[in-house]
């Protein structure tokens, strides 16, 4: 890559500009009083890919937000980059808890950035990332260096399940047609120590309700004598793991994939410091599933966790109350082989079996996916591997992630490519939390790196 660095250097304040202006846009896909914004950024990614050289860009209608489609084809026989990214956001609240506003971006230095971060709801996950993409786009095409065709297609719907995305890719197969998927959406594990995600975990997500008597009661002229819903959510929601931190529901872990020694051996060799873990979290200990390491907990290990649970009286001073219904959000992270839809039906069929006749148990499932493994003896993952060497001197380690991003395997599904995840965000840059923010640094690698894979990616399709 001719120059990339020089280019970078001599056009790095108005790429941050341009991202500051895309992240003072609130795109909420959670929240409907957000949808005019929603719009607004898919409008504004349309434009900035017209300008960054695809040629075509369009902005697809579907039954929810629409997705921005845009491609530069400059050989059919030449290999097809298919880049996907999420314009939407996860809502910004607690708002209290925010040092600067979150759609106001700014630039401040931290212990872990000292170039700086760009501090905005959605720096990192994902308008920052995906926007890596369209500046590299940029560079390729401004300097003719771009070497392969390249497909985008940019959501606004994966902080809320893809439904939408579903929907389209389905009918979209010819024209989204790839050899292979890259995405931005991810993390590395140090600015000093890059890696390249090779797995997502699936996700099941559901709503539980428990109701108990017909109305909220005295909790002294009934207390005792009637269940109250909140006490038996909770208790039920306890039953849920043993002393082991094991999951109980009946055949959660048929289909896991147990890996081996040697994998696990190989696994524990990335950098870690379980100390400076605790540091950062505040936390003297931590606490997971027995047998396995903090990062086999989250990673290859699938977890049951409240989200959220109420019910009764939360306000000001007390209120003696027996609360009618009590209700909670619990996710599932799921490791390769469980099939979400499956782990839906088992913890659905179990939390109904496990309530007493005093109360009525519904469970309302959301969404969920599966998860996804990436493999590394691929010309892709080589060419990634190759990309991160050139720009950061380093080879990038192989890490599973526990996230989820579940239309990376619909994309396998249906497209029958691979993705390539290449994320640049880290751990600390506060993703879904207050704060959230992209090292400056991380932007401007992501720029640089990313032109390398279109470069060796088409070499090794030769
Ligand atoms: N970008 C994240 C997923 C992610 C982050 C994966 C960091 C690996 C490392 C994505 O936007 C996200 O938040 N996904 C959701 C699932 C979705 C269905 C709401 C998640 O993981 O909770
Ligand atoms: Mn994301
Ligand atoms: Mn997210």
């Not at 140090?190 to 009661?217: F, H, K, M, Q």
């Not at 306890?238 to 040697?262: A, K, Q, R």
């Not at 506060?430 to 470069?455: D, Q």
Request: aromatic residues 10%; proline residues 6%.
């Amino acid at each position: 890559m001719k120059d990339v660095k020089s280019y970078i250097e001599q056009h790095k304040n108005r790429f941050l500009d341009e991202l500051v202006e895309l992240l003072k846009i609130p795109s909420v896909s959670a929240d409907p009083a957000y949808k005019n914004d929603v719009i607004k950024t898919a409008e504004a990614i349309k434009s900035s890919l017209e300008k960054a050289g695809c040629d075509s860009v369009e902005i697809c209608d579907t039954p929810g937000y629409p997705i921005v489609y845009g491609e530069k084809i400059i050989d059919p026989k030449l290999p097809t980059i298919l880049v996907y990214g999420h314009y939407d956001v996860q809502p910004a609240d607690p708002l209290e808890l925010w040092t600067s506003p979150p759609f106001e971006p700014v630039i401040k230095k931290t212990e872990i950035h000292p170039e700086g971060a760009i501090f905005a709801r959605g720096a990192c996950d994902d308008k920052g990332q995906m926007y890596m993409h369209v500046k590299a786009l940029e560079f390729m095409t401004s300097t003719g260096q771009l070497p392969c065709n390249v497909k985008f297609m940019i959501e606004g719907e994966e902080e809320v399940g893809s439904e939408s995305l579903s929907w389209y890719v389905k009918r979209n197969q010819e024209k989204l047609s790839n050899d292979v998927i890259l995405i931005s959406d991810t993390g590395m594990i140090a600015n000093d120590i890059p890696s390249i995600t090779t797995g997502l975990r699936g996700l099941s997500y559901v709503e539980v309700e428990v109701t108990g008597p017909n109305r909220d009661l005295h909790s002294g002229l009934y207390g005792g004598a009637v269940a109250n819903p909140i006490n038996i959510l909770t208790k039920m929601i306890t039953s849920l793991h043993d002393e082991n931190n094991h999951i109980t529901i009946p055949g959660f872990y048929d289909n896991v994939e147990e890996l081996s020694l040697e994998e696990r051996a190989e696994m524990a060799k990335a950098p870690f410091s379980l100390d400076n873990y605790k540091k950062a979290l505040d936390i003297d200990e931590v606490y997971g599933e027995k047998g396995y390491t903090t990062n086999e907990r989250n990673s290859i290990r699938p977890t049951l966790d409240v989200n959220g649970i109420w019910g009764g009286y939360t306000g000001e001073g007390a209120k003696t109350v027996i609360a009618s219904q009590a209700f909670a959000k619990i996710s599932m992270r799921l490791v390769p082989n469980q099939d979400w839809k499956e782990i839906t039906e088992l913890f659905k069929n179990h939390f109904e079996s496990i309530a007493p006749k005093s109360v009525t148990v519904k469970v309302k499932p959301h969404h969920g996916g599966q998860g996804y493994v990436t493999p590394i003896d691929t010309i892709a993952y080589q060419a990634a591997s190759k990309a991160y060497e050139s720009t950061f001197e380093k080879t990038p380690i192989p890490q599973r992630s526990g996230g989820s991003i579940p239309i990376v395997s619909l994309f396998e599904k249906e497209l029958k490519s691979k993705t390539i995840l290449m994320g640049f965000g880290l751990n600390s840059d506060a993703i879904h939390s207050p704060n959230e923010h992209f090292g400056v640094f991380n932007y401007l690698k992501g720029i640089e790196t990313i032109p390398y894979f279109y470069k060796y990616f088409t070499e090794m399709n030769k």
